[in-house]
T-cell receptor, first 111, second 113 residues
């Protein structure tokens, strides 16, 4: 099992550009989530999904879109990047009663 | 709304000394509680979790945590720290499904020889 994989590892964007952060898991987990980590603020939930076709907003959803067409994949889209979206992004997956497994993260710099 | 408070931003401990990291939570239902560790530039690794039952839970790397409902606390302890324990530690609370954890702001642990 590869677990939770994220691509790219690092990305530099200019303000206004769009991009998709990829997340995939091979554990057949029904739950998947996206968090951002900023210094002194811990991890904050952006969006989450409880199954294919079902997504919902977390604490900081503005500026981000998600979709879940398959159990395995949960991409995070930035439609028009802003410097405030400079952060480290973590994807996670889990099943009921089970641990959330985290991916290695994507470092995003928006200039 | 759920929340987690880790009152200590940074703790310095001598190698071999005992450690306690504090975590207080606010949650409207039965809390599911977690401690994660993050080494610099790395992802998060689960140390331990509490769902129900025995309020003292054992985790990996010699860590343990005690759930105290009356104090809304879930403090992490280790009897003797090692230099490799230097990292950032996060406490988190979530619902049954774990799909939406709320994290504390983290405690950075420094180990001195």
């Amino acid at each position: 099992n590869a677990g939770v994989t994220q691509t790219p590892k690092f990305q530099v964007l200019k303000t206004g550009q769009s991009m998709t952060l990829q997340c995939a898991q091979d554990m057949n987990h029904e739950y998947m989530s996206w968090y951002r980590q900023d210094p002194g603020m811990g991890l904050r939930l952006i969006h989450y999904s409880v199954g294919a076709g079902i997504t919902d907003q977390g604490e900081v959803p503005n500026g981000y879109n998600v979709s879940r067409s398959t159990t395995e994949d949960f991409p995070l889209r930035l439609l028009s990047a802003a410097p405030s979206q400079t952060s480290v992004y973590f994807c996670a997956s889990s099943s009921s009663y089970e641990t959330q497994y985290f991916g290695p993260g994507t470092r995003l710099l928006v200039l | 709304a759920q929340s987690v408070t880790q009152p200590d931003i940074h703790i310095t401990v001598s190698e071999g000394a005992s450690l306690e990291l504090r975590c207080n939570y606010s949650y409207g239902a039965t809390p599911y509680l977690f401690w994660y560790v993050q080494s610099p530039g790395q992802g998060l690794q689960l140390l331990l979790k509490y769902f129900s039952g025995d309020t003292l839970v054992q985790g990996i790397k010699g860590f343990e945590a005690e759930f105290k409902r009356s104090q809304s606390s879930f403090n992490l302890r280790k009897p003797s720290v090692h230099w490799s324990d230097a990292a950032e530690y996060f406490c988190a609370v979530g619902p049954f499904g774990n799909e939406k954890l709320t994290f504390g702001t983290g405690t950075r642990l420094t180990i001195i020889p």
